[in-house]
């Protein structure tokens, strides 16, 4: 029962345009939404957050929108650069009434921005 | 900078053998986490610790222990390693348990054998 979904395990896309990335969730008590950058041989390193009560954040080139009716949230990289070429992972924070935590990870979509 | 660090980067290991994984974080964070990432199938947070001393189950548990003995340290116990806990070991810590904001280590490659 994978809570966090990646749809699309690849995306390739022209340097200087825009890069996409989606994710759809199930759970509707998720507090917090993420998304991390992986590239190879490193742990992944947090680029930005948004919380369930906005449905926008902006952060420079990387703006994350959530859509709370779909259950959906993308990832907007725009201009995209070479050096944005990575795996791209979403994830959900919960902090249940009981105090237990979930950080939920989607699979992983790679990005390859072509120069 | 956070700095979070993990013993070693790959480690090859029998079936049977007693394996320790150390992680250390240098910012003072009250929480640490052990994620195991494997193809197709993203992070699964194996535990947590949100204190000294303190731990909790995460999704994927079983085959594992762990213990936090000291602030900065937190070490993932394979008590018996299995060729099914071939995988990569990601550690992290944080501040805030709700913000989600973890910083990771760069990974142990295991590979039991």
């Known amino acids: 029962d994978q809570q966090v979904k990646q749809n699309s395990p690849s995306l390739s896309v022209q340097e200087g345009r825009i890069s996409i990335l989606n994710c759809d969730y199930t759970?509707?008590?998720?507090?917090?939404f993420l998304w991390y950058k992986k590239y190879p041989a490193e742990g992944p390193t947090f680029l930005i957050s948004?919380?369930?009560?906005?449905d926008k954040n902006e952060d420079g080139r990387f703006t994350v929108f959530l859509n709370k009716s779909a259950k959906h949230l993308s990832l907007h990289i725009v201009p995209s650069q070479p050096g944005d070429s990575a795996v791209y992972f979403c994830?959900?924070?919960?902090?249940?009434?009981?105090?237990?935590?979930?950080?939920?990870f989607g699979s992983g979509t790679r990005l390859l921005v072509r120069p | 900078d956070v700095k979070v660090t993990q013993s070693s980067r790959y480690l090859v290991k029998r079936t049977g053998e007693k394996v320790f994984l150390e992680c250390v974080q240098d910012?003072?964070?009250?929480?640490m986490f052990w994620y195991r990432q494997d193809p197709g199938l993203g992070l699964r947070l194996i535990y947590f610790?949100?204190?000294?001393?303190?731990?909790e189950k995460g999704d994927i548990p079983e085959g594992y222990s762990v213990s936090r003995e000291k602030k900065e340290r937190f070490s993932l116990i394979l008590e018996s390693a299995s060729t099914n806990q071939t995988s990569m070991y990601l550690c992290?810590?944080?501040?805030?348990?709700?913000?989600?904001?973890?910083?990771f280590g760069p990974g142990t490659r295991l590979t039991v054998t």
């Open positions: 759970n509707s008590m998720f507090d917090y």
């Open positions: 610790s949100y204190d000294v001393k303190m731990k």
């Open positions: 992290a810590s944080s501040l805030s348990l709700l913000t989600g904001e973890q910083y």
């Open positions: 994830a959900a924070s919960v902090l249940e009434m009981d105090s237990s935590y979930k950080l939920i």
């Open positions: 910012m003072d964070h009250e929480n």
């Open positions: 948004i919380s369930s009560i906005k």
